[in-house]
């Protein structure tokens, strides 16, 4: 008990440091920023990428915090850990405060339906909406899934499983360990249908 409490309350340490340290975004300087992710990324943070995810939308701190956790080798990742090597905390700010003033556009094919309901199922099952907010549009550190990338739902679902994905607190990694692969499966699909 005691070592779970100390693990939230280092959370919410950082969680408060890194919300102070976005509120001074500045979106314009972020859109020039921005130019080398687009690449990835898609215009405005649209991804067109399989296993990219969409930035636009995306809570600004998320977007900080997940850009601190590859420039501090928390997470790792081949393309996106040298460009977050060198970004500055403004660096960062700018970027969040720029994605999330951006306008997410769903670029999922159509989903299998009989897979999406029981993909909301699974989602009321594991109360997902208690973090992720209504409609899963995310709030403070916690990321967008409303028509986020499908294949990259998969893979972060399953790497939160198995331990490849780090996150914040653990809570991630605490949530998934339930799931089956035909959860996975479901929820990636009902998670990528959802409208912007």
């Not at 009989?114 to 209504?134: I, L, V, W, Y």
């Not at 198995?162 to 998934?176: C, E, F, K």
């Amino acid at each position: 008990m005691r070592a779970t409490f100390g693990a939230a309350a280092a959370a919410v340490v950082v969680i408060a440091i890194a919300n102070a340290a976005h509120a001074a975004g500045d979106a314009a300087a972020g859109e020039t920023k921005a130019a080398p992710c687009v690449a990835c990324h898609g215009a405005a943070g649209n991804s067109t990428q399989a296993k990219v995810p969409s930035l636009a939308a995306q809570p600004p701190l998320y977007v900080y915090y997940q850009l601190l956790q590859f420039r501090e080798k928390r997470r790792s990742d081949p393309l996106m850990s040298p460009m977050a090597a060198n970004l500055s905390d403004r660096d960062m700010q700018d970027l969040g405060a720029y994605f999330s003033a951006q306008t997410a556009v769903n670029g999922n094919a159509l989903a299998d339906a009989a897979k999406a309901e029981k993909g909301a199922a699974a989602a009321r099952r594991e109360h997902c909406e208690s973090c992720h907010a209504k409609g899963f549009v995310g709030q403070q550190h916690i990321p967008r899934l409303a028509g986020q990338r499908l294949d990259y739902l998969r893979a972060q679902l399953k790497g939160f499983r198995v331990g490849t994905r780090p996150d914040i607190d653990g809570s991630m990694a605490s949530a998934s360990q339930t799931l089956s692969d035909d959860d996975i499966e479901n929820l990636a699909v009902f998670l990528a249908g959802l409208p912007q």
